[in-house]
């Protein structure tokens, strides 16, 4: 199965990282701001996919998804903009193994 790493931008200019197997689903469950979207996004309206990256297996995604979130704010609108992770997470992760996604303006509100 595949899963992918995704960082959300919010309304407030605010980050929102996580992962999933159905990123337009999970878009649409973040944007309702209905209990199936995650607590922060209930109260942070969701504007934009920012981007995504493709994943082999939970493990990874999740791994992904931990140094994002470990990330500054700074480190993080970097990562939007280069989409390397490799130059912004450095030996934590295998960044070959990941594929980064060219999110289009379906995800954007």
């Given amino acids: 199965m595949i899963y992918y790493t995704y960082i ?3 309304e407030d200019n605010s980050l929102y990282t996580g992962i999933t197997t159905d990123l337009n689903r999970r878009f649409e469950e973040h944007k ?14 969701v504007v934009k996919l920012e981007v995504a990256w493709v994943s082999e297996n939970r ?3 999740s791994r992904l ?3 994002i979130k470990k990330l500054t704010k700074k ?10 992770l490799e130059s ?7 960044a070959e193994t ?5 999110v ?4 954007n509100i």
Avoid at 75 to 84: M, P, R, T, Y
Avoid at 88 to 94: A, C, Q, R
Avoid at 104 to 107: A, F, G, K, M, T
């Fill in 32 to 45: 309702s701001q209905g209990e199936k979207g995650a607590k922060y996004t209930r109260t942070h309206k």
């Fill in 98 to 102: 990941y594929s980064r996604i060219r």
């Fill in 59 to 61: 493990i990874s995604a």
């Fill in 65 to 67: 998804e931990y140094y």
């Fill in 88 to 94: 912004i997470l450095g030996n934590k992760i295998e």
């Fill in 8 to 10: 959300l931008r919010c």
């Fill in 75 to 84: 480190q993080k609108e970097k990562l939007i903009v280069s989409g390397d």
């Fill in 104 to 107: 289009s303006s379906i995800y």
